[in-house]
């Protein structure tokens, strides 16, 4: 166990806001890559030809929740000083009270759709990483 130091007591404020933030910012290169393959040029990655001109705005609209919350979870595990895993866990946990409590008071102004379930996708492999780098997950 670390000591408490003035390091650590910053870095356990940082854990949430960190995690929020780096979510939201990540979005930022995911509508750069967009742009750069799909509207800009196309591109041809592997071999395959992307054309030019698409519309990113749905594609942008239905991967957002999931980098968001994969990277939420990711950072949020990266920047906790120690007990990383419990920490990971209540990220989750507070993830998805906040996923349903949207539910449960705006419920005539949101609806399920795709894209949610995309946000949770991306939790849970973003908790699925985070266990294996922590060694409770052992592949053959």
């Not at 995690?19 to 592997?46: C, S």
């Not at 001109?53 to 919350?69: A, H, K």
């Amino acid at each position: 166990m670390e000591k408490l130091n003035i390091k650590n007591v910053f870095r356990w404020i940082a854990v949430l806001p960190g995690a929020i933030i780096a979510g939201f910012l990540a979005t930022f290169p995911l509508h750069w890559i967009l742009y750069l393959v799909f509207a800009h040029n196309g591109a041809t990655i592997m071999g395959f030809e992307f054309p030019n001109g698409i519309n990113i705005e749905p594609i942008e609209s239905f991967l957002t929740p999931f980098v968001i919350s994969i990277t939420y979870v990711l950072v949020g595990y990266k920047i906790a000083p120690e007990h990383k895993f419990k920490t990971n866990i209540i990220l989750v946990i507070l993830w998805i009270m906040s996923f349903i409590s949207i539910f449960l008071f705006m419920a005539d102004k949101v609806s399920f759709q795709a894209r949610g379930a995309g946000g949770l996708l991306g939790l849970f492999l973003g908790l699925f990483i985070n266990l294996k780098e922590h060694g409770k997950i052992k592949t053959i």
